[in-house]
């Protein structure tokens, strides 16, 4: 019984010819979806560092403009104990106002961790080429 290189027409020559083609054009898409991929995780970076700017601003902001207001009012609310204590509206707001900001921030920092630019994708076709490539070849 012959075997399917048996009876293909082509000489040998020409099957390594075209193998090593193939190889040149999955390497070559390969690339050009590591570099898509890239360029997507890019994109989301950038959103990220937006994210921890606006967070910063926000915190920073928030600093100045509640506690101006808040803690006028805070110290009218409280009363005695704040004309006892007069510091403590204003710790008490500025508290809040650096919580929210550092929330904020840590958003825009767990943005950047590593699963988040994994180029999976890629990762998975180069895996399923490695796959088909072994099972060709043995």
Known sequence: MATPLQQDPRSMTSLVADILRDMSDLVR??????????????????????????????AFAGLIVLLDAAVYALGN??????????????????????????????????????DNLRLSRTMANVQRDQAVVKEHVS
């Open 29 to 58: 898409e390969e690339v050009a979806l590591a570099k898509a991929e890239a360029s997507e995780k890019f994109t989301k970076m950038q959103v990220a560092v937006v994210a921890v700017a606006i967070g910063g601003a926000v």
């Open 77 to 114: 609310v409280m009363g005695p104990l704040a004309q006892r204590f007069p510091a403590l509206p204003a710790l008490i707001v500025g508290i809040v106002v650096v919580v929210v900001g550092i929330v904020m921030i840590k958003i825009g920092v767990y943005r950047f961790s590593a």
